[in-house]
C-alpha cells in the first residue's frame, strides 16, 4: 500500500478506513525496560511466530482522536484518561505499563508529524490514534511475553454521522460481552473478538447493533455494541450501567460531568433493567467514534421499546452532544485539563 498524500484526500467524505501515514511510533520492551521510541515510516511490525499476541491475545489497545479547531490549531480531548485506562488495561495482562506521561507525548509525536492528516475544522472529520501494546518474542508457553512493543498510528476518519445524528434501533443478545471478573474492564483485543458474531446476528436482524446484559442473570444492560449505554429519565437524571464487566468510557464519564455541571441533570451509576426501559424518555450509546449514538429503541423477547423517537434526537441528548464536540473541537470552553493542545 503506498503511503497516503494529504493533498489527494477529500475531507468530507473520509469513512473509517485504514490509511498508511508517513509516521507512527514504535517502542521495545526488552530486559525490564522500555527504549525511548522514535517515530518510523514503517507501518509493519515484525514479530516472532511465536508472540504470546498471537496465541494467547496478550495485547491492549486505546483509541482517541485529535480535533481542528477553528483557528487552525490542533488539541488532544482528554489523552490522559487513556493513558491511565491504557495503563490499567496493560497490568490486567501482566505487560509492563508504558509511562502514562510517555504516553500522551507518543500521541503527540505521531501528530505533529501527521499534522497534514488532520482534518480542517468544519468538515466533521478528526484524527483517529490507536495506541498499542503487544507481547512478543520467542514464547510457546502460558506465560507473560519476553518482550513488548507499544506502538501509535493514525489515520483521518470522517464525521461518524452524515447530515446529523440519526436514531438507532438494538437488539438484546443472548450471548456476554466478558464475564463480571474477567477482562470487561480492559481494552483488550478478546472481547472485541467475541463480539463479532453477535453484532454480525443483530446487523442480520436489521438492527445497529446489539445490546449485551448482565453475564450473571440478563437481566441488567451493560454496553450497546461496542460503547457504553446511557439514559435520560423522565426526571431528568442522566443514568449509565455500573458493572464489573464494563469498560470505563472517557467519553462517558466527561457525559456525567457535563450532565450534571453544564446541563444541572442529575446522574446515576446503577442497574439499568432490561425490564424497566420506560424509566428512560431518551437512550443513546457512548464512545470515542461516535461520541453519541442515539437509540430510537431496543428490541427483547420480541417487543420493541421505543424511547423518543425511531427518527429524532431527543432534545438532551442533542444538548450533550454538541456540549461535548463543542468541547473538542475548540468552540465551548473546556473544563480544566480537558484539552491538550498539540505544538
Not at 19 to 48: C, Q
Not at 59 to 70: D, H, I, S, V, W
Request: aromatic share 12%; with cysteine.
Amino acid at each position: 500500500m503506498a503511503k497516503a498524500d494529504a493533498s489527494k484526500l477529500d475531507w468530507n467524505n473520509l469513512g473509517f478506513a485504514y490509511m498508511d501515514l508517513p509516521y507512527r511510533f514504535l517502542a521495545t520492551w526488552k530486559d525490564g525496560e522500555w527504549s525511548d521510541g522514535e517515530l518510523t515510516e514503517d507501518n509493519t511490525l515484525h514479530i516472532s511466530e511465536a508472540s504470546t499476541i498471537l496465541h494467547y491475545g496478550q495485547g491492549a489497545f486505546e483509541g482517541l482522536k485529535a480535533y481542528r479547531t477553528p483557528d487552525n490549531k490542533v488539541q488532544l480531548f482528554r489523552p490522559d484518561q487513556n493513558a491511565k485506562r491504557f495503563h490499567n488495561s496493560c497490568e490486567r495482562l501482566l505487560m509492563p505499563a508504558f509511562p502514562e506521561d510517555k504516553f500522551v507525548e507518543a500521541v503527540k509525536k505521531v501528530v505533529k508529524a501527521n499534522e497534514d492528516f488532520v482534518p480542517p475544522y468544519g468538515t466533521g472529520g478528526t484524527m483517529y490514534l490507536r495506541p498499542l501494546m503487544i507481547g512478543v518474542g520467542d514464547q510457546i508457553g502460558v506465560s507473560p511475553a519476553p518482550e513488548y512493543l507499544f506502538t501509535v498510528f493514525a489515520q483521518p476518519v470522517g464525521a461518524y454521522f452524515k447530515g446529523g445524528m440519526t436514531p438507532m434501533n438494538f437488539t438484546t443478545s443472548q450471548f456476554d460481552r466478558a464475564a463480571h471478573k474477567g477482562t470487561g474492564e480492559a481494552k483488550v483485543g478478546g472481547n472485541y473478538a467475541a463480539s463479532l458474531l453477535p453484532h454480525k446476528n443483530a446487523a442480520e436482524g436489521g438492527f445497529a447493533d446489539c445490546v449485551y446484559l448482565d453475564p450473571v442473570e440478563h437481566k441488567k444492560i451493560e454496553e450497546a455494541g461496542a460503547a457504553n449505554f446511557f439514559g435520560i429519565t423522565k426526571d431528568d437524571v442522566f443514568v449509565t450501567p455500573k458493572s464489573p464487566s464494563i469498560l470505563p468510557s472517557v467519553t462517558k464519564y466527561s457525559l456525567l460531568w457535563l450532565a450534571e455541571h453544564r446541563l444541572g441533570l442529575g446522574t446515576e451509576e446503577g442497574d439499568v433493567y432490561i425490564d424497566q426501559l420506560d424509566r428512560f424518555k431518551e437512550a443513546g450509546a457512548c464512545g470515542t467514534a461516535a461520541v453519541i449514538a442515539p437509540i430510537g429503541g431496543i428490541e427483547h423477547n420480541g417487543n420493541l421499546h421505543v424511547f423518543y423517537s425511531e427518527t429524532e434526537v431527543g432534545p438532551v441528548t442533542q444538548k450533550l452532544y454538541d456540549e461535548l464536540t463543542g468541547i473538542q473541537f475548540g468552540t465551548v470552553e473546556a473544563p480544566e485539563n480537558w484539552v491538550q493542545q498539540v505544538d
